[in-house]
């Protein structure tokens, strides 16, 4: 089934490392997004594109960075992380008629 | 911009009984609400949605009403299960509907009890 991939599934790491996440889709869809998700704060956006020349500022783009490598691929990196940043990322897919379809996510620790 | 605000956090229920999730936005220009359930250790997944020229969607035991003059839509569900425990997302997006970035609510924990 055509469908939405991210890697990693959970990741560990230390304060001050560079951290990327990466999704790729299968579904045809040329918009991609990535969110955070923190308990009782529900889904933040942070980045998203509508094509592969596009890139858009979120609610909380600050500290983060994306890029569209190619229609199906969309990676979110952390610079230099630090561990206000630990919570779980999705990523999601939409096109011109179907809403958001979310990957299974990335938890992300970071000590 | 946009903002969503959900109530209530939490929420228990006899199974068979209904439950109600509420949620307000701040934009007039939204037209696209989706409602989204995120079982434990899961991907949050689409369960209904309404756009703003419509006032009421009825999916089985699912329905979702909207109030556009009051800014404000609400999630039914009737007849819980113990399955439909899940935390319950809603989320508004303007400019260009289910395509477009969505705004999301924080969260309602619904809790059905067998």
């Known amino acids: 089934d055509a469908d939405v991939t991210q890697t990693p599934r959970n990741r560990i790491t230390k304060t001050g490392k560079r951290i990327m996440l990466e999704c790729s889709q299968t579904?045809?869809?040329?918009?991609m997004y990535w969110y955070r998700q923190d308990p009782g704060l529900g889904l933040r956006l942070i980045y998203y594109?509508?094509?592969?020349?596009?890139?858009n500022k979120g609610e909380i783009s600050d500290g983060y960075s994306v890029s569209r490598q190619a229609q199906a691929k969309f990676s979110l990196s952390l610079e230099s992380a630090i561990p206000n940043q630990t919570a779980l990322y999705f990523c999601?897919?939409?096109?011109?008629?179907?809403?958001?379809?979310f990957g299974d996510g990335t938890r992300l620790s970071i000590l | 911009g946009e903002n969503v605000e959900q109530h209530p956090s939490t929420l228990s229920v006899q199974e068979g009984d209904s439950a109600v999730i509420k949620c307000t936005y701040s934009?007039?220009?939204?037209?696209?609400f989706p409602w989204y359930k995120q079982e434990l250790g899961k991907r949050p997944q689409l369960i209904i949605d309404?756009?703003?020229?419509?006032g009421e969607k009825k999916d089985q035991r699912i329905a979702v009403t909207l109030n556009k003059t009051a800014k404000h839509f609400s999630l039914h569900i009737t007849e819980t299960q113990p399955e439909d425990s899940a935390v319950y997302f809603c989320?508004?997006?303007?400019?260009?509907?289910?395509?477009?970035?969505?705004?999301f609510g924080t969260g309602t924990l619904l809790a059905v009890q067998p």
């Open positions: 999601a897919t939409s096109d011109s008629l179907r809403p958001q379809h």
């Open positions: 579904k045809g869809h040329d918009r």
């Open positions: 594109s509508f094509d592969v020349k596009d890139i």
């Open positions: 934009d007039s220009a939204s037209n696209y």
């Open positions: 309404i756009r703003s020229n419509v």
């Open positions: 989320a508004a997006s303007a400019y260009g509907g289910a395509t477009n970035k969505l705004i």
